[in-house]
């Protein structure tokens, strides 16, 4: 690496680095992302329904003391009759109540009170109509004269364990893995994106502040650029580096399988290629944008389509080897993000990867040429935008 480049990449690298923006992005959205995940499903699992009663007037005698045995979302409190139970609801002395009529265990109709709109939707509710459902259906079968053993497992008749089948041997499949699935390529681009914008900022600033002309007395346009892509790509990894240092931790902790080395160098070469190539996008409009504002705006619109991919994860993991995903998978501004999670979710050919990373790589190397030339013309250009046409002049020149 020549000195002058060296010395900007190294100058990009420090300064962003403690840029509050980076900090935050870093290490408190993942936290988020993953605290929105973990925190409804301890929740569900932990929350303490000390204050919620379900009031249960049973009219036939046989249903309550199961319940008690069975479900314990809610304290069950036994109820005489209909009315006191109404008046108790309207006391806030329970949260809801249900009546059981004497018929309820031939024809499993039976009547939900509660004062909160669609609290019948809740985890809670649903797992209780499911328990008197089954209590149904054993009265039903036992009046035939159907044996107890029978109807325990016609109610659970399976138990499916899922396995993925890969060339190092069999996985099981679990929750977390799924969202692992989305979330690593997800976490992987944000930085592409992110070290991208910093790009994109600092080259609009420069221009802004008519820094830039002094830089250029000392330094080459091309060694300007060369050395901003790389300290931002160094950056771009010592923030992969944390947030798979965490998700190393994460994944020990739930007992989920580590990505193969296989896969994990696999994510690298898409990663860097990925950023590489944004890099050289990000240059480019930059160059030809006069003020912040308008380098927003274009960015937006790239970044729209970057993330199509990303809309389409359940197409992907339904079948990530289909026609249409692998074609998608060989453009390359979906590139990146589409094999990255194909890499994760299946045995991708071997043939996809070879094509995909070649292809990555050519327009790499075009968009590098393109950036290069726009970026030293561009850079000194202030307050008027230029036209297609003369970025096509630039382009060819």
Known sequence: MASKTKIVAVTEFITNIKRKEFIILTFLLPLILFMSMVIPLLFMQTVSHEREILGVVDETGAVLPILKERYHD?????IKTAAEARQLLENDSISSYIVIPKDFLKIGKASYYSKIQLSSLSPANINLERILSDIVIENLLLDK?????????????????RITVTKKGEEIETPFAFFGNYLLPLFLF????NAGGYLLNGIIEEKENKVVEVLLSTISSNELLSGKILGLGGLGIVQVGIWMMGIIAVTSLLKIPLVSLEKGVLMMIYFVLGYLFYSSIFAMIGSISTSTRDSQQISAIVSFFVFIPLLLFLGIVQNPNMNFIRVLGMIPPFIPTIMMMRVLLSEVPFIDIIISILILSVALVAAAKIASKMFKIGILMYGKKPSFNEVLRWIRG
């Open 74 to 78: 809610y304290n069950i409190g036994e």
């Open 145 to 161: 004269g159907i044996p107890k053993e029978t109807i325990d497992k016609v109610k659970n008749p399976i138990e499916m364990e």
């Open 190 to 193: 944000m930085s592409i994106m």
